[in-house]
């Protein structure tokens, strides 16, 4: 087994929610398989969420964007994990994505083509997405807009291939043994790298 450099994004604002725990799980086990492992959670960044002028003007990085951004470069595989709210990722990811997947990073327009250059081509993801929903509804009955939003018009738009997804829920009501089961689930996922 070659050791991959990984970096894990929580994208749930609090450092005690499920996606933490996941997060957690899924690092303490790739560190332990000798993956080299940073970790970003972004409830403890200080940015703003808001691309005020969109692309039209250059908004300044804060130090903590600058630094995902090495982070990002750094990785050859993305691991998030986030819930799902109102059928898509919270605001503070939505925020960060597009605070940092900017032209000229992720991507870089081509004059008199459809589609820009991908500029981070060589990387995997994995995507760790905790609901209230069951999955299966929100795979046939809503199709996975909070989904759909990270790994195909952001992740795969930028070269990341493939993005793989494991969703957990639902989470309401669901039962401590429920809960280490998925847990388990996010460890088997480390472990298969």
């Not at 790994?151 to 997804?165: A, D, I």
Request: hydrophobic share 45%.
């Amino acid at each position: 087994m070659t050791p991959k450099r990984i970096l894990i994004i929580l994208g749930h604002p609090s450092g005690d929610s499920f996606c933490a725990a996941l997060a957690d799980a899924y690092a303490a086990t790739a560190r332990s398989a000798g993956h080299a492992v940073r970790e970003l959670r972004l409830g403890q960044l200080d940015f703003d969420q808001n691309l005020h002028e969109g692309y039209r003007q250059v908004q300044p990085l804060e130090a903590d964007l600058l630094a995902a951004q090495e982070a990002i470069s750094w990785a050859g595989h993305l691991v998030f994990a986030y819930p799902i709210w109102w059928g898509g990722a919270p605001a503070l990811l939505k925020g960060f994505v597009d605070r940092i997947f900017l032209p000229g990073f992720a991507f870089k327009y081509r004059p008199g083509k459809a589609f820009p250059a991908q500029l981070l081509k060589g990387r995997t993801a994995q995507l760790l997405v905790a609901m209230d929903t069951p999955p299966w509804y929100f795979r046939w009955v809503y199709r996975m807009p909070g989904i759909h939003q990270l790994r195909k018009t952001t992740l795969e738009f930028c070269g990341v291939k493939p993005v793989k997804v494991a969703s957990f829920g639902p989470m309401i009501n669901s039962t401590e043994a429920q809960r280490q089961r998925w847990l388990e689930q996010a460890q088997t996922l480390a472990r298969g790298l």
